[in-house]
């Protein structure tokens, strides 16, 4: 065949046209896979989709929302009483606080010069010519003198720095980590808008008469105290499965996740939060591993400016709010059902697959569900179709034949 007859009879086979013709093939195995998988495709949907999904609903999944968030509780450390002025950053409040479980201090620090730590890279020295003036290493707590100095009374000596003296790694003081901070206890806020349905929903169930006083003495359960949003800090390490001691020594980032499945076709009352918590920084023994921050606090003596360095350790929470809406509407609901009936044509081509590769008679079937109206049989010429056949013709006066038909 030559290249222009094989164009010619490619475009003539396009412009075909293809009709199904009804065959009603009595095979009881087949028959019972068909209604099976029948049964599967209808329940799926029904179950899955419309039941489990609720595709019935028009939805919203990008709802407007707030947090404002607040920690309290008080702990004596030594002679002094924490209060959470002392260990809550921010003070203000919002979908990101932290609280201080332990301190790294290093205090009268002041400008000035003094020895670099001995770890810093290349600042161990025996000349001056061994420091390098304005030197700044990125390791480094200052920039280089060019002088080269004891190092703290010690025998050996380090490159001068100017910078705060005494340097932290040198004078820092470790507290011991605040136990009690495990009763502190964190109130979130919340309120979500979902505003293609115009609805507002909070956290806090409203009550006029004992609203302030049921907050002030209770704790969350998701059971008994389902609109109560203040939590305890050790029941929020418990949640996300942390061991609130190792917190306290390496600090770490919480996530704190509130999810709002509201179905609106339900009393608005039924829309309430959940809440999940789960740790978010890495900490397989990582140097990058814990949550850990430094602030300093200035003050003056004898006119000259000093401070206290402090490296906290703690526990961050990052509220995160997720929000789903769902009501009734027609119109996804008749997307879905006719999606679903038509599915349903899956059962036919699965159970015609299997007739015309794994049955018996594969080859017989085929020849009678194929027809090419370019070679159709002469009238005269008659064949015989096997008994479990039924052939259903439209439009023809012949009648059911169960030993053969003539065309």
């Not at 490619?10 to 009881?28: A, Q, S």
């Amino acid at each position: 065949m030559g290249l222009l007859e094989f164009i010619k009879d490619y475009f003539i086979g396009f412009l075909d046209y293809e009709t199904p013709k009804v065959m009603v093939v009595k095979n009881k195995k087949l028959g019972v896979i068909y209604r099976g998988v029948q049964f599967f495709v209808i329940t799926y949907f029904i179950w899955y989709v419309f039941i489990s999904q609720k595709a019935y609903q028009d939805s919203e999944t990008r709802p407007e929302s707030s947090v404002y968030t607040k920690m309290k509780g008080t702990a004596l450390q030594g002679d002094h009483v924490l209060d959470m002025v002392e260990y809550v950053r921010p003070s203000e409040g919002g979908d990101v606080i932290s609280t201080i479980l332990r301190r790294v201090v290093t205090h009268n620090q002041r400008q000035g010069t003094c020895a670099e730590h001995f770890t810093v890279p290349n600042a161990n020295c025996s000349k001056d010519s061994d420091c390098i003036l304005g030197k700044v290493d990125f390791d480094g707590n200052g920039q280089r003198t060019g002088r080269c100095v004891p190092y703290y009374n010690q025998t050996f000596k380090t490159c001068e720095i100017q910078t705060w003296c005494p340097i932290e790694d040198y004078a820092a003081i470790r507290e011991p980590a605040l136990a009690e901070a495990i009763n502190f206890t964190v109130y979130i806020k919340n309120a979500i808008h979902f505003p293609k349905f115009k609805v507002l929903r909070g956290n806090i169930k409203p009550n006029k008469r004992n609203g302030q006083k049921y907050l002030n003495k209770c704790h969350y359960n998701e059971e008994k105290h389902p609109y109560c949003p203040i939590f305890r800090l050790g029941y929020i390490a418990e949640q996300a499965r942390e061991k609130f001691s190792e917190l306290c020594r390496t600090g770490g980032v919480i996530g704190v996740f509130i999810n709002w499945k509201c179905d609106l076709d339900l009393d608005p009352s039924e829309c309430k939060p959940t809440y999940s918590f789960r740790r978010l920084d890495l900490r397989k023994n990582l140097p990058s591993s814990g949550y850990n921050f430094r602030f300093a606090k200035y003050y003056s003596k004898d006119g000259e400016e000093f401070r206290t360095l402090i490296k906290a350790f703690g526990i961050r929470l990052d509220v995160i709010v997720h929000g789903h809406a769902g009501r009734f509407s027609i119109i996804p609901t008749i997307i879905n059902t006719v999606t679903a009936m038509t599915s349903v044509g899956i059962c036919s081509i699965i159970c015609d697959w299997i007739m015309l590769t794994f049955i018996d008679k594969n080859a017989i079937y085929s020849d009678r569900k194929f027809d090419d109206d370019s070679k159709v049989p002469n009238p005269s010429q008659t064949f015989t179709l096997p008994t479990e056949f039924t052939i259903i013709s439209y439009g023809s006066t012949h009648s059911d034949l169960s030993e053969g038909v003539a065309l």
